[in-house]
């Protein structure tokens, strides 16, 4: 998510450092900030913004030390801010950081009490806190103590430490988030990612999970988190373009957001999951059972894909609360007169959090008495300003314009809310919330199985060769699928210009049906679900007018390929409420490799905007 550099060698490192920190701006930009070693004292300078922002003020007052650590930030805890930005320091000590601290709550706490004071509103603050406790109080030289403060923190991060009072080292640690070492002559580099450091090696160190790398400007030693222990190493050659790197080895941003989802969705669930006490950790949702009881419906509110992750929100929130659930489009409930009131909830769901219909549906409801929630990817965008709470996707930024991990990550996002909201309601035993949440957790791993593998044919290239120059597609679902259908359609039109219609299955024979030949494929999603032979039937009325299908199946259906064109498996059990997270890779894919057969802008199709700021 956010991108780090660090640098430790015998340059002035300024310029090396927002170098590389300019190669990883795609990653976040909501801030950024230098600290550097000079003349045995810690300087640092931080600014809100773009990373221009940091440049302009390093211009008045360049960082002449050898010795350093950069960042640009994409805020997960604590708006953008100057304040917030990292480095953060305590003491001599300076941290940079990617991810998350789950526990930073409580060790914020117990640090507090020791002396320590905060400046900002971020988890990152409580590592440099804990380094710098452990500098002082045990002594410690640097790269223990970054090893004790490891042993606190609850969490997935990428970390590079330096101390003014140690300044021949710089420390660096990876735990569930990348971070590489670059080796240079008389000089060593620290990244999350290579493309930070390929104009200056191209020989890497890839840290494994629980790793500590301890650098200098002469050497390298990897050692163990968990037991201190020094690891052996090989560097890799990297042979990528700077571009490539930027894409992390992908074509397009697009592809390397789809593989990111198992990833982004551990981030959605990180720490928000307590199966223990069988809860939902939400503190970010201020509604009680109390204002639950009160409650007699839902809104939920949003555009295009987050729309579709609404309408798959809503089987959560009537099966899992037993709430009345209202799916709307943004751009249409503003201007209608809907019954909105003190007793209603709103669900605004928004990847940006600009989207100016969302914003302007959310203002109106506001304005009826309604309470305002948001799901948003964007930390401090204006949806979630005009919130009561915001459940943050956390994805990171996405930058290929069709919306990928946003939509599965708001998936996760809404499946927790319901979750939480049965139980504030009264609606699950502890033993049925034990199970769903569990089913959550299985998520990443699930979706993960549901990316083609390398090295096996891609059977989404198959298609997308015969089927590419198809003016139109069909897509059918039912139940929760049926949103799938939609998205798959949007994910095709959007990104390869080739016609596609979302279709309830059901609906197929009041006029859709109209469209079947030979020449119109229909992509089918019929897993082994409690619709199955619905769709089944539906699927048989498709063939028997010549329409080509491309068939969404579950292992095990042994009919699948007599019936279909091409058969796209679906990995085997996959809990019925899952269903629609692990459907959305099939979509994303389909679309991806047809647009890109076809050779179209696939990260920037014609006439559409990211972020949708304007009616
Ligand atoms: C489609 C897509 C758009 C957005 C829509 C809403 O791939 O990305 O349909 O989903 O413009 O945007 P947000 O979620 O930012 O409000």
Redesign the pocket.
């Known amino acids: 998510m956010c991108g780090i550099v660090g640098y430790i060698g015998s340059e002035p490192c300024m310029d090396i450092i927002v170098e590389g920190l300019r190669r990883l701006e795609y990653r976040g930009y909501d801030s950024a900030g230098i600290a550097v070693v000079e003349g045995g004292a810690l300087r640092s300078a931080r600014s809100e913004g773009k990373l221009d922002n940091l440049v302009k003020k390093l211009r008045k007052e360049p960082l002449t030390g050898q010795v350093g650590v950069g960042h640009t930030r994409w805020a997960t805890h604590g708006r953008p801010s100057e304040d917030n930005a990292h480095p953060h320091r305590s003491g001599t000590v300076a941290v940079v950081h990617n991810g998350i601290i789950e526990n930073h709550v409580a060790l914020k706490r117990e640090l507090e009490a020791l002396g320590h004071t905060f400046t900002s509103q971020t988890d990152t603050e409580v590592i440099a806190h804990l380094i710098a406790h452990e500098r002082k109080t045990r002594n410690a030289p640097l790269p223990e103590a970054v090893f004790a403060a490891m042993k606190r923190l609850v969490g997935a991060y990428a970390i590079v430490v330096v101390d003014a009072s140690e300044p021949g080292t710089i420390v660096g640690a990876r735990l569930a988030s990348p971070l590489v070492v670059g080796l240079g002559q008389h000089e060593n580099f620290l990244a999350s990612d290579v493309a930070a450091l390929l104009s200056h090696t191209r020989d890497m160190i890839f840290l494994d999970e629980g790793q500590i790398a301890v650098v200098t400007a002469a050497r390298v030693e990897l050692r163990d988190a968990e037991t201190f222990a020094p690891i052996p190493y090989r560097a890799t050659h990297v042979t990528w373009t700077p571009a490539m790197a930027e894409k992390g080895g992908f074509k397009h941003f697009m592809a390397k957001e789809i593989h990111e989802q198992p990833r982004a969705i551990a981030d959605t669930l990180r720490g928000r999951v307590d199966l223990e006490n069988a809860a939902v950790v939400l503190p970010e949702i201020p509604l009680g059972a109390d204002d639950l009881a009160r409650v007699s419906q839902i809104y939920i509110v949003?555009?295009?894909?987050?729309w579709h992750a609404g309408l798959v929100g809503r089987y959560h929130f009537e099966d899992l609360a037993g709430l009345a659930v209202h799916v709307e489009l943004a751009s249409e409930l503003r201007y209608r007169n809907a019954p909105i009131d003190e007793r209603t909830i709103i669900i605004a769901?928004?990847?940006?959090?600009?989207?100016a219909d969302?914003l302007a549906a959310l203002r109106e409801a506001k304005k009826k008495g309604a309470r305002i929630i948001s799901i948003c990817n964007v930390i401090g965008a204006s949806i979630p300003r005009e919130s009561e709470g915001t459940l943050y996707t956390h994805a990171g930024p996405e930058i290929g314009?069709?919306?990928t991990k946003?939509f599965t990550t708001q998936l996760v996002a809404l499946h927790l809310l319901a979750i939480h909201f049965g139980r504030l309601r009264g609606r699950l035993t502890d033993a049925a919330l034990r199970a769903e949440l569990a089913a959550l957790l299985h998520a990443p791993a699930l979706v993960e199985s549901a990316l083609p593998r390398e090295g096996e044919p891609n059977p989404y290239e198959a298609i997308a060769r015969r089927w590419h120059e198809a003016h139109s597609m069909l897509f059918l679902g039912r139940g929760n699928l049926f949103p799938l259908a939609l998205e798959g359609a949007?994910?095709l039109k959007?990104i390869s210009y080739i016609h596609a219609e979302g279709q309830a299955a059901g609906e197929m024979k009041h006029g859709p049906i109209a469209l079947i030949d030979e020449r119109v494929p229909t992509v089918v999603i019929n897993p082994l679900d409690q619709h199955f032979a619905k769709v089944r039937s539906n699927l048989s009325e498709v063939r028997a007018r010549s329409g080509p299908v491309i068939l969404i199946a579950s292992q095990g259906d042994d009919e699948a390929a007599s019936l279909a064109e091409h058969v796209l498996y679906l990995p085997d059990a996959i809990p019925p409420r899952l269903m629609p997270l692990v459907v959305a890779l099939p979509m994303q894919l389909l679309a991806y490799h047809m647009a890109d057969f076809k050779g179209t802008d696939v990260d920037q199709p014609r006439n559409l905007a990211k972020?949708?700021t304007v009616e």
């Open positions: 949003a555009c295009g894909t987050s769901i928004s990847q940006s959090g600009e989207t969302t314009v069709a919306s946003a949007l994910k959007e972020s949708v």
